[in-house]
């Protein structure tokens, strides 16, 4: 690790502790237990976790753009380690190929040096909502603005 890595993941550790709820907590450096082998802990870059529910974030600070294969890597990270979520951040960007895969299979990127500030308030804004309904009797939901 170099002292730019290590800034560069604090700076993404920084901004999803403005960005997440306050039940999440989000940890720098985190180290887990392997699901595998609990006495072989492994390295998280930044993890974020809010009620059991786990999110990486992998940052890379390198020259040129990230390949497949780092992608492939992350793909990887989230299975074995049993994540929900995995988002990476590369300083410079991600192949076509790259971008190609991690939409396949899930894994959110973001190219650090075209984030807007309306990109990263907007992650702010995103949300999850899971619903069970059990109905005997027919429903009718009206949504809309109060105002005319």
């Known amino acids: 690790m ?9 700076l993404n550790a920084r901004i999803r502790k403005l960005l997440v ?3 999440a907590t989000v940890t720098w450096n985190a180290l887990i237990p392997d699901p595998d082998d609990a006495r072989e802990m492994r390295q998280i870059d930044v993890l974020i976790d809010e ?13 040129g753009a990230q390949s497949v294969m780092w992608v492939e890597e ?13 988002i990476g951040v590369a300083m410079n960007g991600f192949s076509k190929l790259a ?5 396949r299979y899930g894994i959110i990127l973001y190219d650090f040096r075209a984030l807007t500030d309306q990109e990263i308030v907007s992650w702010a804004g995103a949300a999850t909502v899971e619903a069970t ?11 809309g603005s109060a105002h005319s």
């Open 133 to 143: 309904f059990v109905q005997s009797q027919p429903l009718t939901i009206t949504a």
């Open 74 to 86: 992350l793909i990887g990270r989230k299975q074995s380690l049993g994540l929900d979520a995995m």
């Open 51 to 63: 009620g059991g529910r786990r999110a990486s974030v992998e940052c890379r600070y390198r020259e």
């Open 99 to 103: 971008q190609t895969k991690a939409a």
């Open 21 to 23: 709820s306050g039940s």
């Open 2 to 10: 170099t002292a730019q890595s290590d800034a560069f993941e604090q």
